[in-house]
């Protein structure tokens, strides 16, 4: 008999769980039974739309009274370290929205509590369920350019509060506490998660952020990293002050010893030395890497391990490099890492 895993959803304040909760729905073998959340209105909505049959008032008055095999979270960056060492106390697998954390420090907690359970831990970067990206993964893992010296990632838009972003999301993205920064925390991450994922940790890390166009309280609303690899240099930039589309038609790119290799829309340019560019159509993403839940699912089936983008050790890298860029746009001195 097919095992049927029973799901718990731990806020409902990052608004990427509505897209989550369908993700679930579509799964034959996972239901999700709870919801725990301060917020009514977020609570009647999840029950409303897709069926969940208990709301708690907080995350812990649900593990307290629900048997859960998974949970989800879907909370301030801030909260994930605490839960992810509630649900390791219960044997919970858990699944929670990128970043890892606001801080290196939660994201150790985080990583330890799921390891000393042997509990999965998979950090959802939505980057890794792109036909696109997975396409420029392989290539770059089948060593298509060569060694790697150069990867770069631009993440934009004009703003949580602008692009339409729920005030249950923004009272926390603009909080630095909650968030860890600003655009940077929300958004260097996808590049740094790009160069932790095939170079690993950085020997230095710069950055810079700043308020530059907004006139209303944030952290900071444009940033950059740079990171020193001992043979190549990764950059992530973050903005949620662009208004028009990407200027810039290649994002990621990744430059080696044999080429490049770039994202255009949903194609790869694949180019080499003295040859024309190929350009490579993607075949459509397939199970069991169309998305988080069906992948974490995946990894419960068959005893294997969260690998790639979303596995902690990738993610615990991807918080060391943004807390380096962080303190480096903050201090002014380039950050020496392990930090």
Excluded at 202 to 213: A, D, E, K
Aim: charged share 20%; hydrophobic share 40%; net charge negative.
């Amino acid at each position: 008999m097919t095992k049927i895993y029973r799901v718990g959803v731990a806020g409902l304040v990052h608004d990427h769980i509505w897209g989550e909760l369908q993700h679930w729905q579509s799964l034959p073998n996972a239901e999700v039974v709870a919801v725990g959340d301060v917020n009514a209105p977020l609570r009647e909505r999840a029950q409303g739309e897709f069926g969940i049959a208990r709301a708690y008032p907080s995350w812990q008055e649900m593990l307290k009274w629900e048997d859960l095999d998974i949970v989800q979270v879907a909370m301030e960056n801030n909260a994930g370290a605490e839960i992810v060492e509630a649900c390791a106390s219960k044997g919970i697998h858990v699944i929670s929205e990128k970043p890892m954390a606001a801080t290196l420090a939660q994201a150790n907690r985080m990583a330890k509590a799921a390891a000393e359970a042997k509990t999965l831990l998979l950090i959802n970067w939505p980057t890794a369920w792109s036909a696109a990206i997975q396409e420029w993964e392989q290539r770059l893992l089948t060593d298509d350019i060569g060694e790697i010296n150069s990867i770069k990632f631009r993440s934009a838009h004009n703003g949580p509060k602008e692009i339409g972003c729920s005030p249950y999301f923004t009272e926390w993205l603009y909080d630095a506490e909650k968030n860890g920064a600003g655009a940077l925390m929300d958004y260097c991450g996808y590049g740094a998660n790009m160069n932790a994922r095939f170079l690993g940790l950085p020997t230095s890390v710069t950055g810079l952020r700043g308020t530059l166009v907004k006139d209303y309280p944030i952290p900071d609303d444009n940033a950059i990293i740079l990171m020193r690899y001992p043979h190549a240099f990764g950059i992530a930039e973050a903005s949620w002050t662009q208004t028009v589309p990407y200027a810039e038609s290649a994002n990621p790119i990744a430059y080696g010893t044999g080429g490049s290799l770039a994202v255009v829309g949903d194609k790869v340019h694949w180019q080499r030395p003295g040859q024309p560019v190929e350009i490579v159509t993607p075949a459509s993403t397939a199970s069991p890497r169309r998305n988080g839940p069906e992948y974490l699912l995946h990894c419960l089936e068959t005893n294997s391990p969260v690998v790639g983008l979303c596995s902690p050790e990738v993610s615990r890298v991807t918080q060391e490099i943004l807390e380096a860029g962080l303190r480096a746009a903050d201090t002014g001195q380039t950050q020496t890492l392990p930090l």
